[in-house]
């Protein structure tokens, strides 16, 4: 079972700073890689998918890097609204599994 | 439009069964896999399982195997997750989410199962 470890557990930014989100994972999922966003009371929204794709509708301050078993989710000016909990997502070919990551929460500083 | 509509919050109490509901609309609903994720209270997301409405083809997530039962009626666009006997640790938020390659992108509001004496 391929494992998903995020870093930090959580991630204390201002407004407008830049913010840099990782999620390893234990052995290669080649660019098969998403990123959730969570707010409160809210679903998991997908942000980006297959590493570096962005979701329809996600602003481009959102990107993603990355592939084999380092990846990255990089928002480059954080606005108010993104601040939240960010997930990212694998699914193994065998056995077929979905698996995610632990979590970052990003707060305001 | 595209959603997924889930049933309401549910309180019941230890053994009973339940079963919930998400029905698709705005989309082929037998097209896509839907799979159910579970939140408990504080915590991240766990994958639970998956099925395909079109064939009722369906996997679990080996932590969830004889604990739940997916279920489908294409008929009316529906997926469905059960239990037999609940348990207080079954006590979260269940999300039911729509497949599209290896990710989901559509998600439901989630319903809210709250099992306590």
């Known amino acids: 079972e391929i494992v998903l470890t995020q870093s930090p557990a959580t991630l204390s930014l201002s407004p407008g700073e830049r913010a840099t989100l990782s999620c390893r994972a234990s052995?290669?999922?080649?660019?098969?890689l998403a990123w959730y966003q969570q707010k409160p009371g809210q679903a998991p929204r997908l942000l980006i998918y297959?590493?570096?794709n962005r979701a329809t509708g996600i602003p481009a301050r959102f990107s993603g890097s990355g592939s084999g078993t380092d990846f990255t989710l990089t928002i480059s000016s954080l606005e108010p609204e993104d601040f939240a909990v960010y997930y990212c997502?694998?699914?193994?070919?065998?056995?077929?599994?979905?698996?995610f990551g632990q979590g970052t929460k990003l707060e305001i500083k | 439009e595209v959603q997924l509509v889930q049933s309401g919050a549910e309180v019941k109490k230890p053994g009973e069964s339940l079963k919930i509901s998400c029905k698709g609309s705005?989309?082929?609903?037998?097209?896509?896999?839907i799979g159910w994720v579970r939140q408990m209270p504080g915590k991240g997301l766990e994958w639970m399982g998956i099925?395909?409405?079109?064939?009722?083809?369906?996997r679990y997530s080996p932590s969830f195997q004889g604990q739940v039962t997916i279920s489908a009626d294409k008929s009316i666009s529906t997926a469905y997750l059960q239990w037999s006997s609940l348990k207080a640790s079954d006590t979260a938020m269940y999300y039911c989410?729509?497949?599209?390659?290896?990710?989901?992108?559509?998600w439901g509001r989630g319903t809210l199962v709250t099992v306590s004496s």
């Open positions: 099925i395909y409405p079109g064939d009722s083809d369906t």
């Open positions: 997502q694998q699914r193994s070919n065998w056995p077929k599994m979905y698996t």
């Open positions: 705005g989309y082929s609903f037998t097209s896509y896999w």
């Open positions: 297959d590493a570096s």
């Open positions: 989410a729509r497949r599209r390659e290896r990710y989901f992108d559509l």
């Open positions: 052995q290669s999922v080649s660019s098969y």
